[in-house]
């Protein structure tokens, strides 16, 4: 459903008003398929030499994918495959309308959750203990050198075990990454772990964004932006009785947990955008969400369908705003921020997809189809440029 979407944006709402070179990259699962997946390489190789690149939603093929599209393998899922390319971090925004309300009623700016994607017990080792013994952590130097062995418990009975651990390298990658984006954002960046608890590995995670942040302590003072460490309990206190408008960097399992808080706290999947942004300043702008496959096969049995595009529309403008402050075209900007402009006023004049007026306040009665709302948009576009 996105990729009939992502047409009619580039044909209603970006082509007849921007004179863009546009470097286009098929991610279609078919033509991912003919081209044994290369063309998805090509396309991150090509975010790394332009700078900015927008993506529509892809399907992850799953073992049905894999048949309904007569496809040579279960290809791997593009973002998993982009990002290792980039080597980035994903930051999940919501978009805030009047007449949407979030869940938390204090909440006015966006709270935009940056997630570690690496590590942590998402690359762990597990054990269940069947008796009593001994569990230990050892540490072997490659090349000889002393083991380190520390006792994690002395069991008498049943019980668990995990391992787990993380790389300096990702960690600061990740930090530089926030760093990057806060910039780019303007917005406070907050980093909440349990070093209390956990003085070595999140004492580590702490460290290293201190580190960091000291490095761009400039930077930060020119942008009149600031850096708060907190524990995680009090993040998630102070995150839900603030009025938003920070980068919540979360460790890799806060951040699973915390973005679909986050979500669901602002109201639509529909309304929540994505970027990709490498330690070295490149970015990749998306939907957060997927392909929306449902309304797709309604759409394929002829039925009207109401989509939400305003997320994909707002990837459009994330990148094309962004290309406009590389190339410094204030015109660019302008353009992309109108356009924004357009949509929220677009909702908050009461047209909106089904998604929105289920939450919508003051209450609508009437929904737009897909192509409606994008319409809608289209005409006062054309207004307001
Ligand atoms: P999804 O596309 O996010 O949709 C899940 C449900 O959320 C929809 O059925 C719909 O609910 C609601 N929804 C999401 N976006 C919406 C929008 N813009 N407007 C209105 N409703 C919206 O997840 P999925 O159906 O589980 O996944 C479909 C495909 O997307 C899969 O192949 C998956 O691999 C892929 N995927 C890609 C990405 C990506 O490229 N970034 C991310 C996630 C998933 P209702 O059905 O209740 O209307
Ligand atoms: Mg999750």
């Known amino acids: 459903m996105t990729r009939i979407i992502w047409h009619l944006i580039k044909e209603k709402l970006i082509l007849p008003f921007l004179d863009i070179d546009?470097?286009?990259?098929?991610?279609?699962?078919?033509?991912?398929?003919e081209t044994d997946d290369k063309v998805t390489v090509e396309s991150a190789y090509a975010i790394k030499e332009f700078g900015v690149?927008?993506?529509?939603?892809?399907?992850?093929?799953?073992?049905?994918r894999v048949k309904e599209y007569n496809l040579k393998q279960q290809w791997?899922?593009?973002?998993?495959?982009?990002?290792?390319?980039?080597?980035?971090?994903?930051?999940?925004?919501?978009?805030?309308?009047?007449?949407?309300?979030?869940?938390?009623?204090?909440?006015?700016?966006?709270?935009?959750?940056g997630r570690h994607a690496y590590?942590?017990?998402?690359?762990?080792?597990?054990?269940?203990?069947?008796?009593?013994?001994?569990?230990?952590?050892?540490?072997?130097?490659?090349?000889?050198?002393?083991k380190t062995i520390l006792k994690i418990y002395d069991f008498k009975g049943k019980g668990v075990i995990m391992g787990m651990h993380n790389t300096e390298k990702s960690i600061r990658s990740f930090a530089q990454s926030c760093i990057n984006y806060a910039l780019s954002e303007k917005v406070d960046l907050w980093f909440g772990a349990k070093d209390t608890i956990s003085k070595q590995y999140h004492g580590f995670f702490r460290d290293v964004f201190a580190e960091?942040?000291?490095?761009?302590?400039?930077?930060?003072?020119?942008?009149?932006?600031?850096?708060?460490?907190?524990?995680?309990?009090?993040?998630?206190?102070?995150?839900?009785?603030s009025e938003g408008g920070m980068l919540w960097a979360c460790m890799n399992y806060d951040g699973d947990v915390m973005?679909?808080?986050?979500?669901?706290?602002?109201?639509?999947?529909?309304?929540?955008?994505?970027?990709?942004?490498?330690?070295?300043?490149?970015?990749?702008?998306?939907a957060a969400h997927g392909t929306?496959?449902?309304?797709?096969?309604?759409?394929?049995?002829?039925?009207?369908?109401?989509?939400?595009?305003?997320?994909?529309?707002?990837?459009?403008?994330?990148?094309?705003?962004?290309?406009?402050?590389?190339?410094?075209?204030?015109?660019?900007?302008?353009?992309?921020?109108?356009?924004?402009?357009?949509?929220?006023?677009?909702?908050?004049?009461?047209?909106?997809?089904?998604?929105?007026?289920?939450?919508a306040e003051p209450p609508v009665t009437k929904y737009a189809l897909t192509e409606e709302f994008i319409d809608a948009v289209a005409e006062r576009l054309k207004k307001a440029i």
Not at 83 to 90: E, F, H, Q
Not at 213 to 240: N, P, S, T
């Open 76 to 113: 791997k899922s593009p973002n998993g495959t982009i990002r290792s390319i980039l080597d980035g971090t994903v930051f999940r925004k919501p978009i805030i309308i009047k007449n949407i309300p979030p869940a938390v009623r204090k909440w006015k700016k966006p709270i935009i959750i």
């Open 292 to 359: 929306v496959m449902r309304h797709y096969y309604e759409h394929l049995k002829g039925k009207p369908t109401s989509t939400n595009s305003i997320a994909s529309i707002f990837a459009w403008t994330g990148a094309i705003s962004k290309r406009g402050e590389l190339d410094n075209t204030p015109d660019v900007i302008r353009f992309a921020k109108t356009l924004e402009s357009v949509v929220i006023q677009t909702v908050e004049s009461g047209i909106m997809t089904k998604d929105l007026m289920l939450i």
């Open 53 to 64: 690149g927008v993506k529509c939603a892809t399907i992850t093929p799953n073992a049905a």
């Open 22 to 33: 546009l470097k286009y990259y098929d991610l279609g699962i078919k033509h991912r398929d």
């Open 259 to 286: 973005s679909d808080m986050v979500a669901t706290g602002f109201g639509s999947l529909g309304l929540m955008t994505s970027v990709l942004v490498s330690p070295d300043g490149k970015f990749e702008y998306e």
């Open 212 to 241: 960091e942040v000291e490095r761009v302590r400039d930077k930060f003072g020119q942008a009149g932006i600031h850096y708060r460490y907190l524990l995680i309990d009090d993040a998630v206190a102070q995150v839900i009785k």
């Open 119 to 146: 590590g942590d017990i998402y690359k762990d080792v597990e054990i269940v203990v069947d008796g009593p013994g001994t569990a230990e952590i050892v540490f072997t130097p490659e090349g000889g050198g002393e």
